[in-house]
């Protein structure tokens, strides 16, 4: 079946715009997972949602950042006032439920870049 | 202080070489560990996952946990050149967050 699809899978934006990263989990997938990957390091956790809930937003560095799962499926991160060092690959991961023992499946990413 | 070390490589073997990949950690809190690959442009994918300490084997590779030395190790037998990718551990505590390694890049040659 389909896998998790994020959407743009690029998206260059200058300084001070607001940007929208959409994440698309596999199907039947109750959670959620956003990290971002900037480049020669590992993904860094940022958030991640049981349904509709945020579980866990303690890896959002600030208040620019902001992420939404209405309806328990696609969710879209938001990023305001957008910085340079906002640039980075965003990925996305979901799995069947929040366990240690259940795979967390990510996506491609969206590479973004603030200029 | 990262609480996860990762040799970052580059580290090139021969077809057919033992390859050997580690990690060290900082938080003794950690019990789930796990290897992912990474190929370029792509997200990462689960190659072995572990619960505390003790060794773990699927196939060609090899998942090792040392908790009492925060030290953890995945060895990959018969390397092949599809092998060549990122190679990330991770790991958590509780369920839903993980603290990943900045990767090891590995490249086997023909």
């Known amino acids: 079946g389909a896998g998790v699809s994020q959407t743009p899978s690029n998206k260059v934006t200058e300084k001070g715009k607001y940007v929208e990263l959409r994440c698309d989990p596999i199907?039947?997938?109750?959670?959620l997972y956003w990290y971002r990957q900037s480049l020669g390091q590992g993904p860094e956790f940022l958030i991640y949602?049981?349904?509709?809930?945020?579980?866990?937003d303690s890896g959002l560095p600030n208040d620019r950042f902001f992420a939404v799962r209405p309806e328990g499926s696609v969710s879209t991160l938001k990023i305001q006032r957008t910085e340079r060092g906002d640039s980075a690959v965003y990925l996305c991961?979901?799995?069947?439920?929040?366990?240690?023992?259940?795979?967390?499946?990510f996506g491609p990413g969206t590479r973004l870049t603030v200029l | 202080q990262k609480e996860v070390e990762q040799d970052p490589g580059p580290l090139s073997v021969p077809e057919g070489a033992i390859v050997s990949l580690n990690c060290t950690y900082s938080?003794?809190?950690?019990?789930?560990f796990m290897w992912y690959r990474q190929y370029s442009r792509k997200g990462p994918e689960l190659l072995m996952y572990?619960?505390?300490?003790g060794n773990k084997e699927d196939g060609r590779f090899t998942a090792q946990v040392d908790k009492s030395s925060k030290y953890i190790s995945l060895f990959i037998r018969d390397s092949q050149p599809s092998d060549s990718a990122t190679y990330l551990c991770?790991?958590?505590?509780?369920?839903?967050?993980?603290?990943f390694g900045d990767g090891t890049t590995l490249t086997v040659k023909p």
């Open positions: 949602f049981q349904g509709t809930g945020a579980a866990d």
């Open positions: 991961a979901s799995s069947p439920q929040v366990s240690n023992t259940d795979t967390q499946y």
């Open positions: 572990t619960y505390s300490s």
């Open positions: 938080n003794s809190a950690f019990q789930y």
């Open positions: 199907s039947g997938h109750t959670a």
């Open positions: 991770a790991m958590s505590a509780a369920a839903g967050k993980s603290t």
